[in-house]
């Protein structure tokens, strides 16, 4: 009995001999071919998952011209988004979400009519709701795009107004 060298492929232009052990304790060299199959694939597993998982994780955020891709946050925004609110008094509070710093906003006792204005991409969930100080007062809120109603409502209790842009 004894064993015979194995020749490990490590990767282009890298191999490693080694004296197979488990040939040494077998007679079946069939058995020991096998095993020295399955050792070169496991050794070359590490490049596979590299190569498979690490990579194309590199090119996010690329693009054929260059510049920024439409996924990059850094792109400039798609959409002038304005929030209204309208009524009588004040609202107590009128709540929005800022897309460009990613953060709910609340403007608590603000003189209604209101507004605000803020930039967003496609894709982007907008959103705000009016509650009136007095419930005997009716509000209201709007939400244009670009120019563009993209939602609206009114109530006695709660205005809320939603969209995800580019959906519709």
């Given at each position: 009995?004894?064993?015979?060298?194995?020749?490990?492929?490590?990767?282009?232009?890298?191999?490693?001999?080694?004296?197979?052990?488990?040939?040494v304790l077998s007679t079946s060299r069939l058995?020991?071919?096998?095993?020295?199959?399955?050792?070169?694939?496991?050794?070359?597993?590490?490049?596979?998952?590299c190569c498979l998982v690490i990579a194309p994780g590199l090119t996010v955020g690329c693009s054929r011209s260059g510049g920024p891709s439409s996924g990059d946050s850094s792109a400039s925004p798609a959409y002038a988004i304005v929030y209204e609110a309208t009524g009588q008094g004040t609202a107590e509070p009128v709540t929005y979400f800022d897309p460009t710093v990613n953060k709910e906003s609340k403007e608590d006792g603000a003189a209604l009519p209101w507004?605000?204005?803020?930039?967003?991409?496609?894709g982007d969930?907008?959103?705000?709701?009016?509650?009136?100080?007095?419930?005997?007062?009716?509000?209201?809120?709007?939400?244009?795009a670009n120019g563009r109603e993209v939602a609206s409502d009114s109530s006695d209790t709660i205005a809320m107004c939603n969209t995800t842009l580019g959906s519709k």
């Open positions: 009995m004894g064993g015979h060298d194995s020749v490990i492929v490590l990767g282009p232009g890298l191999t490693s001999r080694a004296l197979c052990s488990f040939c058995a020991c071919a096998i095993r020295a199959n399955i050792m070169e694939t496991l050794m070359r597993l590490p490049i596979l998952i507004k605000k204005e803020v930039k967003a991409k496609s969930y907008i959103t705000m709701s009016v509650i009136p100080k007095s419930s005997a007062y009716k509000v209201a809120c709007r939400i244009t």
